[in-house]
């Protein structure tokens, strides 16, 4: 009985006094030694990657998930690394675990693109779709889904995401895609009104630059002004600097009267 009335006592107390909330876990403090050592751990995996010794780098990224497994941002740098050598599975199996860590559209991008090397364009569509959802400011990813797009022949999507791009960002380049898929096609009239586009937007181009070399012969006028300005602040005219004497012949025998 007394046992009976204890577990229920123990069941009262989980059901109305135990917290529902789990406790927060306390966040361990990395020592300045483990801190310096990842840094330089860093520094070698970017060097590397740098010079072109992937052994190096991918050792030296390892190094860094045996110490943080949950390093999203090492497994990004080694799931490019593995695509640089053309390692598409174990590229694609540390962009997606960098995903899952880390809720990151680069990642999934990356993924995307691994499948359109592959060949796996659907898989590749779907991706980069994703990549947009979480970030759908960036032209490079619209890029991306119309190559995915006219590969599988919906030539449609892939010019509207053409367009997509270069409303993000008006290049004379995107609008040269959009034209070679018409042309692909066959669509005479788009292909000639895109062609129009393109004519339009090279004169916004290139007044465009004249007005930032404009601008950047303005901007350094004015610094050179400035500059002037400071030096003469510095040395105002009549601040007492005196002309050289002149030189005074002295006549030898004469004497004062």
Known sequence: MVAILAIFVFIVYLTFFFPLEPREKRVEEKSPK???????????????????????????????????????AAYNRLGILYAKGQKYDEAVECFEIAQSLDNNPASIHNVGLIYLETGAYEKAAMA?????????????????????????????????????????????????????????????????????????????????????????????TTMARKKSASVSKVIPKGSGAKPAPKVIKQHVGRRRI
């Open 128 to 220: 980069f779709e994703q990549a947009i959802a979480l970030e759908g400011d960036v032209p490079a990813r619209y890029i991306a889904l119309a190559k995915a797009e006219e590969k599988l022949g919906r030539t449609k999507k892939a010019v509207e995401a053409l367009e997509n791009a270069y409303e993000l960002d008006p290049k004379a380049t995107t609008l040269r895609q959009i034209l070679a898929i018409y042309e692909a096609d066959g669509n005479t009239e788009a292909a000639t009104a895109t062609a129009a586009r393109i004519e339009e937007q090279i004169i916004k181009d290139n007044a465009a630059k004249v007005k930032r070399g404009a601008a950047k012969k303005r901007k350094i």
């Open 34 to 72: 483990y801190t310096a050592q990842m840094k330089k751990l860093w520094q070698i995996a970017q060097t590397a990657m740098k010079e072109r010794k992937p052994f190096r780098a991918e050792k030296a990224l390892l190094t860094i998930l045996k110490f943080d497994e949950k390093n999203a």
